[in-house]
């Protein structure tokens, strides 16, 4: 029903910034939480942060003073700005979207973010 496409990921030297989005489509709730998620390789995944459409922004601890997640729901987008990247970043970055009472999840097939040394 729903389907969320991700894009801006790459490869950025440590200390850098990125930038990504998340485009929802299908049958979108106006309640829901929109927001990302991470996995790198060996490990399991991890919160970034998330925000509901109404604000109230959420993160990771590890993530903290460092990213910012926003949203535009009149194009049903969620970003978030990466700034001051780390070699630990470097994971598979996944959107998501709850609705608001939680009966509903769906995930985007993640984009790719490498941070070197």
């Known amino acids: 029903q729903v389907q969320l496409v991700e894009s801006g990921g790459g490869l950025v030297q440590a200390g850098g910034s990125l930038r990504l989005s998340c485009v929802a489509s299908g049958s979108i709730p106006s309640y829901n939480f929109m927001g990302w998620y991470r996995q790198a390789p060996g490990k399991q995944r991890e919160l970034v942060a998330t925000?509901?459409?109404?604000?109230?922004?959420a993160y990771g601890n590890s993530v903290k003073g460092r990213f910012a997640i926003s949203r535009d729901n009149a194009k049903n987008t969620v970003y978030v700005q990466m700034n001051s990247l780390k070699p630990e970043d470097t994971a598979v970055y996944y959107c998501?979207?709850?609705?608001?009472?939680?009966?509903?999840?769906?995930w985007g097939q993640g984009t790719q973010v490498t941070v070197s040394s």
């Open positions: 998501n979207l709850k609705t608001y009472d939680r009966l509903a999840d769906y």
């Open positions: 925000i509901a459409s109404r604000g109230s922004p």
